[in-house]
């Protein structure tokens, strides 16, 4: 897609999801990390209900590092692949404990050390909860979007997150990625999506529609 064109697309898009962030209950960075992780094959919904009472039991990182796993996968079964996520939130926590003085690292590097935590869910952290342009969010929602509009051809969502970096000015990659996820939900969805009205419907490829 040429500049022109992606550049009224990020400017229709940041108007319409002015300060768009991600859709998790948070309220510390440690707190939307979980709930990323949680995330995986579930959906925001589901993660909201169970982190509610899950940081009443586990008020912090701390407490996570400490935590048995067979307890912690209890509390957090309704999210899928329960053995896994706890796990990895326990060896996330461990590693924040011990080698990042209880704090989640706001750089790229010391996120992707952590288990379970791979670009996606680095960026929702950095961008929305240390406001860091480390990139743009790439889930499934933006995944679609950036293929469906022409932003990208890439299949893979690395090749389309650097796809978006290059054609988003940076200062909008916090909002960016969360503003296409409001948007592939609320008109752009993936069966039957709502192109009479949309604010991209004179600029969008419409690809597979």
């Not at 461990?94 to 288990?115: D, H, K, N, W």
């Not at 909860?129 to 890439?154: E, F, K, N």
Request: glycine share 8%.
């Amino acid at each position: 897609m040429e500049p022109a064109a992606a550049a009224i697309i990020v400017q229709r898009i940041q108007a319409l999801y002015p300060n768009a962030t991600y859709a998790l209950v948070w309220r510390t960075p440690w707190e939307l990390l979980v709930g990323t992780i949680l995330a995986a094959q579930s959906t925001d919904a589901v993660v909201n209900r169970v982190t509610e009472p899950l940081f009443a039991r586990y008020p912090g990182v701390h407490d996570f590092a400490t935590a048995q796993q067979d307890e912690l996968e209890q509390a957090i079964r309704s999210c899928g692949t329960y053995k896994q996520k706890a796990k990895a939130l326990i060896g996330a926590a461990q590693i924040i404990v011990g080698e990042f003085a209880g704090e989640v690292p706001p750089t790229m590097e010391g996120m992707l050390r952590l288990p379970g935590v791979k670009r996606k869910s680095a960026n929702v952290v950095l961008n929305c909860g240390y406001q860091i342009a480390s990139g743009v969010i790439v889930d499934t929602h933006v995944q679609r979007l950036a293929q469906r509009i022409g932003l990208s051809t890439q299949d893979s969502p690395e090749a389309i997150e650097r796809d978006l970096m290059r054609l988003v000015p940076q200062t909008e990659w916090t909002t960016f990625g969360p503003a296409l996820i409001l948007h592939g939900r609320a008109t752009c969805t993936a069966k039957n999506p709502r192109c009479a009205g949309c604010v991209l419907d004179d600029v969008c490829a419409k690809v597979g529609v």
